[in-house]
């Protein structure tokens, strides 16, 4: 089966279990943790345009439209949007939702104040087309923001492979959820390993690929996760903690 036919059937099998990950987050403080981090980088400006691009659930959709934005919400998959659309309740009339690829983007150029991302490009075959897709996209002065993680790494890397296995361990003498049992687990594995992400150093490699394709004043954050993960996440994946790209055009 083609990948990237793989993968959207892996997403589609998966979209209302996403979708009751995004709540246990929401029931954790996770809205107002987001909506902050979200708000210390976006843009200053009124009605702000904001492509959400990969928006899974809807999270970041509902709440840049929350926060006043004007908001693309884009996914490849279609169960996604089914579920985002249904999240958003009376605010889905408010935002425009769009099926399509992250990597070749059906938008003009010089349209958005800001592309906002969260776990997407470590999904993604082509991550550095995507990321001159989304520098097309945007306004002169518009900026990138990208939330993300190692997710895989540990599949090429014995040393992380180690570090997660701790983490596994961990959740089982805390109690909490493991957040990596789930029915599709090992598909999404299989998958991995066919993805370049896993293969490279991030977020050192983000930077290199952000200059070439013509971004600037790039800024990394690698300690956001304390301030956007709840205590659960964080006992799950201290392995492969979180970390932020923002980039000017």
């Known amino acids: 089966m083609d990948l990237a036919v793989r993968n959207r059937a892996y997403w589609t099998r998966r979209a209302p279990s996403y979708t009751a990950d995004v709540a ?4 954790h403080g996770g809205r107002e943790l987001w909506r902050a981090a979200l708000a210390d980088h976006l843009p200053k400006g009124e009605a702000l345009r904001v492509l959400d ?3 899974g ?5 509902i709440l840049l439209t929350e926060m006043g934005c004007r908001v693309t919400a884009a996914d490849y998959t279609p169960a996604m949007l089914e579920e985002a659309r249904r999240n958003a309740g009376p605010l889905a009339g408010r935002i425009d939702f769009r099926q399509m690829d992250a990597q070749a983007l059906e938008l003009p150029d010089g349209q958005f104040d800001a592309v906002v991302s969260r776990n997407l490009t470590w999904n993604l075959p082509d991550p550095e087309k995507a990321y001159r897709e989304w520098f097309r996209v945007l306004k002169p002065g518009g ?7 190692d997710w895989y790494g540990y599949l090429f890397d014995e040393g992380k492979r180690a570090a997660v296995r701790r983490d596994r361990d961990q959740v089982r003498r805390v109690g909490c959820t493991d957040y990596n049992a789930y029915d599709q687990a090992a598909e999404m ?3 991995s390993r066919q993805l370049p992400m896993g293969r490279v150093n991030r977020p050192d ?3 290199q690929t952000l200059l ?3 971004f600037r004043r790039i800024y990394t954050d690698t300690e956001v996760w304390k301030l956007t993960w709840d205590n659960e996440e964080k006992v799950n994946f201290a392995a492969t903690p979180g970390f932020l790209i923002c980039a000017d055009k």
Do not use: Q
């Open 212 to 214: 070439r394709c013509g």
């Open 53 to 55: 691009i990969g928006t």
């Open 24 to 27: 246990a987050n929401v029931a």
């Open 189 to 191: 594995e299989d998958i």
């Open 205 to 207: 490699w983000d930077v």
């Open 57 to 61: 659930p809807g999270f970041f959709a």
């Open 143 to 149: 900026r990138m923001i990208n939330f993300d993680a």
